[in-house]
Each structure stands twice: as C-alpha cells, then as structure tokens.
C-alpha cells in the first residue's frame, strides 16, 4: 500500500485543481494575454505541483521508508537511496 493512501483524497483533489490552473494556462494563451501574467500563472502552478510532490516524498519517508529500516536488510539501504533519487530528481526540476 502507498504511503499516501491516507491522504488519497486530498491529494488526488489537489492535482484536480492543478489540472484547472493548467486549462487556464491554455485558455490565458489562447486569448494572447500578456506574457508576464500567463508567465505568472505558470509560476503557481509550478509551485503546487511542487507542494504535491513534496508531500508525496514526506508520505514516503514516513511510511516506506520508515518500515523498510524497521524491517533491516537491503530494502532498507534501498529505499533511502530511492528516496535520495527522488530529491534529486525534485531539487533539478
């Protein structure tokens, strides 16, 4: 089971939102508004992508993470280095 499992519903309502702002964006230029204001909202919706992400990583560390070291063995060592992956992967985008 996913670390996110309890917050499924929150999660899956923030990106619903995401998607929204997304459908502004296209509209925002297909209507030519201006650049720094469509710019703007690229911004914001970069952002909460970013906040979904974050909390899908804070969900993993606290669930997967958490029970591979309290199982031991490889999976341990796996996992966090999985995790490490996925920060790097987060602090490049």
């Known amino acids: 089971m996913p670390g996110y499992s309890d ?17 502004g964006l296209q509209r925002m230029v297909d209507s030519d508004q201006y ?4 710019l703007t909202q690229v911004s914001a ?11 899908l990583l804070d969900d993993h560390l606290g669930h997967c993470v958490q029970e591979a070291i ?14 490490s992956q996925a920060i790097a992967r987060l602090l490049r985008a």
């Open 70 to 83: 309290a199982a031991g063995g490889d999976e341990a060592q796996d996992k966090v280095t999985e995790a």
């Open 45 to 55: 919706t970069t952002k909460a992508l970013q906040a979904v992400a974050v909390e």
């Open 7 to 23: 917050n499924k519903d929150a999660i899956l309502n923030r990106l619903r939102r995401i998607e929204g702002q997304v459908r």
């Open 35 to 38: 650049c720094i204001d469509v």
